[in-house]
Each structure stands twice: as C-alpha cells, then as structure tokens.
C-alpha cells in the first residue's frame, strides 16, 4: 500500500544551520515524490516534485529508491523558512491521487 | 497565485446544518481533489473529480458529497455538521492528464469551517 511518513512533527533549527526533513514512502513501482511548503495555514505551495530537479529557495531534495527516501535538504536555514512542509506521493498505481504525509512544522530560530 | 480559488474563505455555521463550499479549478484543469485539514489529523483527501466523473474516494464521510459541473467548477457539500467538522477544506486542481506521468497539483486558499 501507498504510505508516507514524515518522522518528524516539529524541527527547530538556528539561522544559518543546515536543514533537513525526513520524508520515507512506500509504493510499489516509481513513485513521484512532491514535497509542498505551507505558510501560516495558507495554500499548499508546490515546493518541488523529484522529477523536475530543480532547487527552489535552495532547497533540494534527492530520491533514493535503495532508501525509499526523499528527504529535503537546505544548506542555510533563513527565518522565513518557517513553515509547514508536506511530502507527497503519486504514480501511475495511484490513479494520481497523492498521499501526503503528516507535515512537519519547521520552525527557524533567529 | 495557484489560479484556483475557494469560497467562502470563511464560514461559520452551527451543528445539523449544511453548508456548500465552491472551488474553481486553473483555467484547463479538468481534474479537482477535496481535501481536509484538520489540527489533530493533518490533510486528508476526500474525493477526486475528472472532467464530471468522480474517479476516487479516500476518508469521506457519508454526510459528505461532492460534484463537478459542466464548467468543471465543483461543490463539496457538508451535511448534518457536527464540531469535529470544523478543519480547513481545500480544493486542488490538476491537468488531469489519463495516460503517462502524474500531474503537480496546485492548491487553492482554502475554506476555514466552524462549527458551533
């Protein structure tokens, strides 16, 4: 069955310090794996999908299948990264429905 | 701006009731998703409409329904309201591609629900 999880409810980190949120999935066959930032209960916002590879507001992430892994990287924590994250899956089984994981809420301390 | 948008923004209503919440999906967006969210569960999906046709159902409560139309607008209808409905209820919509790859679904600003 399709599942992701993110381990992490709540992660503090120092301005400047390295960040990473832990995304693990499980999915039979390719996945796509989304990760969607969400301000202050705002509107999800596309952050980056795996495919694309791109890095918005420096951050990255990479999907390691050995791992079912698709963890979100950014070198410098800023304040106003501070937010809510989501990591999502889809694929051709999911009839492109997307499973969300339960969000974790990042907070950056100045 | 995602393009798709919700309303009402807000909407507060007492137990029993029944409310509709609208959503307009991005200009050539034939697919649209209803989700949930709520403090205590994260973001549930509810239901996925294709071009008029609902094509897949996730935790939606019998007391709920949903529809699209024609214009491929939709309405999630919530009857019989009870306070653990209170959540904010966000609509997305996608190309709604029917072969190959999967669409980046983009997210409209959502309905805050309360429930008295």
């Known amino acids: 069955a399709q599942r992701v999880t993110q381990p992490e409810k709540l992660l503090s980190v120092f301005k400047g310090a390295p960040v990473e949120l832990k995304c693990n999935y499980s999915?039979?066959?390719?996945?796509?794996l989304f990760w969607y930032v969400q301000y202050s209960r705002q509107r999800l916002q596309l952050l980056l999908r795996h495919i694309s590879r791109e890095s918005i507001k420096g951050f990255t992430a990479d999907l390691n299948k050995g791992e079912t892994s698709f963890h979100l990287k950014k070198p410098f924590a800023q304040e106003e990264d501070s937010a809510m994250y989501y990591c999502?899956?889809?694929?051709?089984?999911?009839?492109?429905?997307?499973?969300f994981g339960t969000g974790t809420s990042l907070t950056v301390i100045p | 701006d995602s393009g798709v948008t919700q309303t009402p923004k807000h909407l507060i209503t007492a137990t029993g009731q029944r409310v509709t919440l609208r959503c307009s999906p991005r200009s050539g967006d034939l697919s649209v998703y209803w989700y949930q969210q709520s403090l205590d569960q994260g973001l549930q999906f509810l239901i996925h409409y294709y071009n008029g046709e609902e094509r897949a159902k996730g935790n939606i409560l019998e007391r709920f329904s949903a529809q699209q139309f024609p214009d491929l607008h939709s309405e999630l209808n919530l009857s019989s309201l009870e306070l653990g409905d209170s959540a904010l209820y966000f609509c997305a919509s996608s190309v709604g591609r029917t072969s190959g790859g999967t669409d980046t679904q983009y997210f409209g600003p959502g309905t805050r629900l309360t429930v008295l």
């Open positions: 999915y039979s066959g390719s996945p796509e």
């Open positions: 999502a899956l889809s694929g051709r089984n999911t009839g492109n429905q997307f499973y």
